[in-house]
């Protein structure tokens, strides 16, 4: 059996998230691919992660990828978030994601009821209910995109008013099938997938789910079948169901200790690279941080009460904060904030650090000026 170190395994997964050597600006969406998908249920967040990784990009050209060259895609895949994925790939996660959807009830209701977080109680969605409505949302899409209204809307004229209200809400149940179109302001706009990408083809379910797991082992492994379910889709997926992919795939994985730790690789990849010097400004839910699943050999006890005391951090955890993170291990937290043509940058740093770090902290601030195009401000504190 293959052994590595913690320091090794923070090594690869650094370095497969192109976090030490960074991308050409003309392998974006490979990068995207790579990393199984870059969080993006904040669109700002997205943008920094890939700016972390690729040089030579800046906002305007993420958002030309996007809604103009539809190189990449915004949907809900993990864990019914919002994701960037390439385009090409958007039927491989949709088909991996219904592998792992939780099937209908026995009774009559296939959604059950919901309360909001207003605190107003949905009623539930019936068989018959839900297919008329997915129906109706693929009619009222046939060759444009439309707001969340104007689709609610759309839908109520087809099929009645029992459900409008679920519809008109953030957390509406046919989301999982769509995509986003283009923004209309700060609104956004959906779209159906099989219109909006060239070249649309359906997958086979479990394939799917089977290559998005070797997927996640590439950059985030060693792992086990519990942070593949975490990772992926913690709900709907069981334990028992998790491991049972990965017995699927025993032919193909490879066990690696890590300090005691047991966990998968797949066959044959067992190489771990020396750590090399790294400072990044990670912001939140970065897909390092998220595929990190063993967060106490990511989160030392220091930063882990900075967290503790943060806003979000009481909370989301790690996942929800921008952390600093020095050779692959948080040291400490930052914040951003936009003023006029300035962005001021407020890094807390957990420790004092050294010159050469200093220096690499400068850096990473005059980069995400250049990314954003506005004047950085740093104040280390």
């Known amino acids: 059996m293959a052994t590595a170190t913690w ?24 990068v995207v691919r790579d990393l199984g998908g870059v969080h993006a249920q904040l669109q700002a967040s997205a943008e920094l992660q890939l700016a972390m990784r690729v040089d030579g990009i800046d906002q305007s050209g993420v958002k030309e990828a996007l809604w103009e060259r539809r190189l990449l895609v915004k949907a809900w895949t993990l864990r019914g978030t919002l994701h960037l994925h390439p385009a090409a790939e958007l039927p491989l996660w949709h088909a991996a994601r219904r592998a792992v959807a939780a099937a209908p009830a026995d009774g009559r209701a296939e959604i059950a009821p919901w309360r909001d977080p207003d605190g107003v109680l949905h009623p539930e969605v019936g068989r018959d209910e839900v297919k008329a409505i997915r129906a109706a949302v693929w009619e009222a899409l046939d060759g444009r995109c439309l707001l969340r209204d104007e689709l609610a809307a759309e839908v109520v004229k087809r099929v009645g008013r029992r459900h409008e209200e679920r519809l008109r809400s953030g957390f509406a149940f046919f989301l999982g099938e769509l995509c986003q179109g283009p923004p209309q302001g700060a609104k956004v706009t959906f779209a159906r997938p099989d219109q909006w990408i060239d070249g649309w083809r359906e997958v086979q379910e479990k394939p799917a789910l089977a290559e998005v797991a070797r997927r996640f082992l590439n950059t985030y492994g060693p792992a086990r079948p519990v942070d593949f379910r ?139 000026g250049a990314f954003t195009a506005l004047e950085p401000v740093l104040v280390v504190e």
Not at 8 to 25: G, H, K
Not at 346 to 365: F, G, H, N
């Open 7 to 30: 320091d090794e395994v923070r090594a690869r997964r650094l370095a497969r998230s192109c976090l030490t050597d960074r991308a050409p600006a003309e392998r974006l969406v490979d």
């Open 230 to 368: 975490e990772w992926f889709s913690s709900r709907a997926f069981s334990a028992a169901e998790a491991r049972s992919l990965f017995d699927s795939l025993a032919g193909e994985l490879e066990e690696v200790e890590v300090e005691g730790h047991r966990a998968y690789v797949l066959a044959g990849d067992t190489a771990f690279p020396t750590r090399k010097p790294s400072l990044r400004l990670l912001p939140e839910y970065d897909v390092y941080v998220m595929g990190f699943r063993e967060r106490e050999h990511l989160i030392p006890e220091v930063v882990r009460e900075q967290i503790a005391a943060h806003g979000r951090g009481r909370y989301e955890g790690p996942a929800g904060v921008r952390l600093l993170v020095v050779d692959g291990v948080a040291a400490g937290l930052w914040e951003r904030k936009k003023r006029g043509k300035r962005l001021e940058l407020r890094v807390i740093p957990a420790r004092t650090l050294s010159r050469p770090r200093r220096t690499e902290l400068d850096a990473e601030a005059e980069r995400i």
